[in-house]
């Protein structure tokens, strides 16, 4: 219920578009900008190209915004998370602190297909990286999910410490706790440095884990 209610409130943030022309990818945008693309056949057997417009950094007005272009021409736009109509379902868009974690095309059926991601785009580029090196790349994915578990339990060990040393806090109740690992301020700039980048790298790949990445962020 609460699903349905929230992709109901999505689809009516959706404003039309201006028209205008879509932008090609550049390469300084690839820290800054998501580009995505969708074919689809209509009924009469033309083909129809969606892209799906993201830029990161763009957030004056306290939101980002997704934007929708249909055969090259902005067709629509909406604040994120984003439900856009298409041709046979529907286009989510879904961003993290670090990229984009969904940016799905779910027919009318239920069924769901990742949107291909532009080849000038970092996304693109890690995505051909998977073609080409496909152990590479899954060492890469496998590193990242390490780091973030690391990062994850030295911030949990982190807590507890400072949790347990209040003057108020749960110390009467369980003791006081020492983490076992610590960190100079040195170490802890590397550690989040390292956590972001692991993060990073998931979100172009478009994985999201809330733990993980949520925590990270």
Same mark, same amino acid.
């Given at each position: 219920?609460?699903?349905?209610?929230?992709?109901?409130?999505?689809?009516?943030?959706?404003?039309?578009? +201006?028209?205008?022309?879509?932008? *090609?990818?550049? %390469? %300084?945008?690839?820290?800054? @900008?998501?580009?995505? &693309?969708? /074919?689809?056949?209509?009924? +009469?057997? *033309?083909?129809?190209?969606?892209?799906? +417009?993201?830029?990161?950094?763009?957030?004056?007005?306290? =939101?980002?915004?997704? !934007?929708?272009?249909? $055969?090259? @021409?902005? !067709?629509?736009?909406?604040?994120?998370?984003?439900?856009?109509?298409?041709?046979?379902?529907?286009?989510?868009?879904?961003?993290?602190?670090?990229?984009?974690?969904?940016?799905? =095309?779910?027919?009318?059926?239920?069924?769901?297909?990742?949107?291909?991601?532009?080849? $000038?785009?970092?996304?693109?580029? /890690?995505?051909?990286?998977?073609?080409? &090196?496909?152990?590479?790349?899954?060492?890469?994915?496998?590193?990242?999910?390490?780091?973030?578990?690391?990062?994850?339990?030295?911030?949990?060990?982190?807590?507890?410490?400072?949790?347990? @040393?209040?003057?108020?806090?749960?110390?009467? =109740?369980?003791?006081?706790?020492?983490?076992?690992?610590?960190?100079?301020? %040195?170490?802890?700039?590397?550690?989040?440095?390292?956590?972001?980048?692991?993060?990073?790298?998931?979100?172009?790949?478009?994985? =999201?884990?809330?733990?993980?990445?949520?925590?990270?962020?």
């Amino acid at each position: 219920m609460l699903k349905e209610w929230r992709h109901r409130r999505a689809v009516q943030r959706v404003k039309p578009g +201006d028209g205008r022309p879509l932008k *090609r990818f550049r %390469w %300084w945008q690839m820290l800054t @900008r998501a580009l995505f &693309h969708l /074919r689809l056949m209509n009924d +009469d057997g *033309r083909q129809t190209v969606y892209a799906v +417009d993201v830029k990161h950094q763009n957030q004056s007005e306290g =939101y980002v915004k997704a !934007h929708l272009y249909l $055969d090259g @021409r902005h !067709h629509a736009e909406s604040k994120v998370p984003a439900v856009f109509p298409v041709e046979g379902g529907t286009v989510e868009v879904r961003t993290s602190g670090f990229g984009l974690k969904r940016c799905h =095309y779910v027919t009318a059926e239920g069924a769901e297909h990742q949107l291909i991601p532009d080849p $000038d785009s970092a996304e693109g580029r /890690r995505a051909r990286l998977d073609r080409a &090196h496909p152990a590479l790349s899954r060492c890469m994915g496998f590193l990242s999910s390490i780091v973030l578990v690391i990062g994850l339990v030295l911030l949990i060990l982190q807590l507890a410490e400072q949790v347990t @040393r209040a003057p108020e806090g749960v110390a009467q =109740y369980v003791g006081t706790f020492t983490s076992p690992i610590d960190l100079s301020a %040195w170490g802890n700039v590397v550690v989040g440095l390292a956590t972001v980048a692991a993060s990073t790298e998931r979100a172009l790949r478009l994985r =999201y884990n809330w733990l993980l990445d949520g925590g990270a962020g």
